[in-house]
């Protein structure tokens, strides 16, 4: 197997392995954050029971820009 075939492998296991949630109130102010403009979501790989913050993203309505926006939360 060459690096490249690997990377293909490696992307799939991980799209596989994503969880997406889509985000219709934030549980908290998020910084630069704009609801108006933007949709949330939160993101985690399968990976069970998990404690702490969350990551975030937000997706552009009007360009479809993707921005991750950190960890928020515990």
């Avoid at 296991?13 to 910084?31: D, M, N, R």
């Amino acid at each position: 197997m060459n690096k490249k075939d690997a990377e293909i492998l490696a992307r799939s296991f991980l799209t596989e392995s994503l969880e997406l949630e889509y985000c219709a109130k934030p549980p908290q102010a998020i910084y630069g954050f704009n609801q108006a403009e933007e949709y949330l979501f939160t993101f985690q790989l399968d990976r069970g029971l998990s404690f702490g913050g969350s990551p975030y993203l937000a997706v552009s309505k009007e360009s479809g820009e993707v921005r991750y926006l950190g960890f928020y939360g515990e």
